[in-house]
């Protein structure tokens, strides 16, 4: 079973930059739709971005403009750039996988996710 691993969360202030990881530990198929969600204290966990297996992209409208989802088929790594964060984003980020770019239903175990705080 393709275990998730996030990493790359930490404290920044207000207006600063991220870079969050997500490796598994399998392989995933190189067809797989790629997502990220987060999930705040007290809300439910929300998609975030998610890459298609042919680069397309969609992302909440809370972040567009500011992540960037991207892949990394060599090292079955994903990654989110999060640029000009705000207090808002802080959460717990996860990633996950959709069987298809039209499909928004989760096909892997939940990792622990990586923590990002944004203070102000």
């Known amino acids: 079973q393709v275990q998730l691993v996030e990493s790359g969360g930490g404290l920044v202030q207000a207006g600063g930059s991220l870079r969050l990881s997500c490796t598994a530990s399998?392989?995933?198929?190189?067809?797989?739709?790629l997502t990220w969600y987060r999930q705040a204290p007290g809300k439910q966990r929300e998609l975030v971005a998610a890459?298609?297996?042919?680069?397309?992209?969609r992302y909440a409208d809370s972040v567009k403009d500011r992540f960037t989802i991207s892949r990394d088929y060599a090292k079955n790594t994903m990654y989110l750039q999060m640029n000009s964060l705000k207090p808002e984003d802080t959460s717990i980020y996860y990633c996950n996988a959709w069987t298809n770019f039209y499909r928004n239903l989760t096909i892997l175990p939940w990792g622990q996710g990586t923590q990002v705080t944004v203070s102000s």
């Open positions: 890459i298609s297996s042919d680069g397309r992209s």
């Open positions: 399998g392989s995933i198929s190189s067809s797989r739709t």
